[in-house]
């Protein structure tokens, strides 16, 4: 086992933190050893399983609800993400039965085992989210960690329900927000952990295309265990990021669901957590946005090189633009892209420059929603007119494949492809958009970076699902991909939705 210590995690000193968590020089995955009956091992005890490998074995480590996540095989479309279903599109579409969940399928699973939730999100429809729990649940205890500044409306709504508690996550910028999307869901038998892009509204689940990574049910920890609870951990260190992630919203209710997390085995959880936090933190501290994905990529993308007239393709999927800076080599195509395109080598095999999926003003105006679905695409012409640059890298939404063309996008998606479209290298889901508010960018020279938006995503390398494996086979359909493949360019004619057409309706 890796040795641990004790470490701060802030560049805060007043904040000591005494969560244990793993230097950067202490990734390494130590191997088990092989059990000496191979693959016709009868034993199914989850220490034994830990302890020793099968290799050629198909065993599980536990039950897989949601994402099967196969250690020696991957199966065509295995679910390791699924999609909100859409009401236009009917129950007989495959994408809409079999790959799609609404927030109240999930809210009704196990429902005769449910204890208590917590809903990290950006924008709250109080009372249509508790409609959305079975009724026996409905009054159960619910925490909503939000980001409001002010008083609003969720605060007098939560006055009338006892069962709410309301806790305000830290900003300590204007122009940052708390944009995270999670779900922990309690039960008598295990925890469950939804990572999302969903505000807690009805029109984010019924009308447009958003996506959702949800976790097997991790068990209780045996309370007799000697064992520490971090030994329950998978080989991504989920539990111990997870913690990390909720510790630096320094707020002490909270503490009742990180006991929670800490008691519960998350062994199962084959993801990668890649989070933002608000704060100045420096370089050395690679825990945090985009620099957090290049170190995770750096640690684990194993790639062949490939032919240098066949550049990868690095395809960023958005709902919303920040400040980039006056010209493409000042963020996107620097920093950004240099996490975006990191592996284990230290020349990465080449890509090109990211390609950019924004809806066009076109693919707003056939939507289902129509113009309005525009409001859940605040790219301004303020913000345009300083980089016109990007008006070379936009790509059109495009998801017939998924039946969502016309379903507006508000899911975010990062992925790295081989240049033909027919491998997927990783893929991340995740609540942050494209801005440096939510991804962080340098400051002095690199020696820090900043950060001003909560975020989570979780990101999806194929050797952590099966160690012979370097991609998805997307010939094989084994990852569902929400958009269409390959991408289409704008045209000449084509032009970026801007939220500013909403006033001229």
Request: glycine content about 4%; some cysteine.
């Amino acid at each position: 086992m890796p040795k641990r210590k004790h470490e701060n995690l802030s560049d805060d000193k007043s904040n000591e933190s005494d969560l244990i968590v793993l230097s950067d020089d202490e990734n390494d995955v130590q191997p088990k050893s092989n059990c000496k009956y191979g693959s016709k091992c009868y034993r199914k005890n989850p220490e034994h399983l830990k302890e020793f490998s099968h290799p050629e074995s198909q065993i599980q480590t536990s039950p897989s609800t949601s994402s099967s996540l196969f250690k020696n095989t991957l199966t065509s479309k295995q679910n390791l993400i699924y999609l909100t279903k859409i009401h236009n599109v009917p129950n007989s579409s495959k994408i809409n039965s079999t790959y799609s969940k609404s927030l109240r399928d999930i809210l009704s699973e196990n429902k005769s085992e449910f204890i208590e939730s917590a809903q990290f999100n950006y924008m709250h429809d109080l009372e249509w989210l508790l409609d959305q729990y079975p009724k026996e649940n409905r009054e159960k205890p619910l925490t909503i960690i939000h980001g409001n500044s002010k008083r609003s409306e969720l605060d007098e709504l939560a006055d009338v329900y006892p069962q709410v508690n309301l806790i305000k996550a830290r900003l300590e910028s204007a122009y940052g927000t708390h944009h995270t999307k999670m779900m922990f869901l309690l039960y008598k038998t295990g925890l469950k952990i939804i990572i999302h892009t969903s505000n807690l509204i009805e029109g984010d689940w019924a009308m447009k295309t958003q996506g959702m990574w949800i976790s097997d049910l991790f068990p209780k920890i045996d309370p007799e265990s000697k064992k520490s609870p971090f030994t329950y951990d998978s080989k991504t260190k989920f539990k111990n990021y997870l913690l990390t992630y909720l510790e630096h919203y320094r707020e002490t209710k909270l503490e009742h669901w990180m006991d929670i997390i800490k008691s519960h085995d998350m062994t199962s959880a084959y993801v990668f957590l890649i989070g933002s936090c608000p704060g100045r933190y420096p370089s050395t501290k690679k825990i945090f946005g985009h620099i957090r994905l290049r170190k995770v990529l750096t640690d684990y993308l194993k790639l062949t090189p490939t032919p240098v007239d066949k550049p990868d393709r690095l395809v960023c999927q958005f709902s919303s633009i920040g400040s980039l800076g006056p010209t493409e080599d000042k963020w996107l195509c620097k920093e950004f892209s240099h996490s975006l395109s990191a592996c284990d080598k230290p020349l990465s095999p080449k890509v090109t420059k990211p390609i950019l999926i924004y809806p066009s003003m076109e693919d707003v105006c056939k939507s289902f929603e129509g113009p309005l679905a525009g409001g859940s695409l605040p790219y301004s012409k303020t913000v345009a007119v300083k980089q016109p640059y990007l008006n070379d890298f936009f790509y059109r939404w495009k998801a017939e494949s998924t039946g969502r063309t016309r379903a507006s996008p508000h899911i975010k998606t990062f992925a790295r492809y081989s240049n033909d479209f027919k491998k997927l290298y990783w893929f991340l889901l995740t609540s942050a958009n494209l801005s440096k508010a939510a991804w962080g960018s340098y400051e002095k020279n690199e020696s820090q970076y900043h950060i001003l938006s909560y975020e989570i995503g979780v990101l999806f390398i194929p050797s952590i699902l099966n160690d012979e494996k370097e991609y998805f086979s997307l010939e094989q359909d084994e990852f569902l991909v929400p958009y269409d493949l390959p991408p289409t360019k704008y045209t000449d004619k084509d032009k970026p939705w801007l939220v500013d057409y909403l006033i001229n309706l």
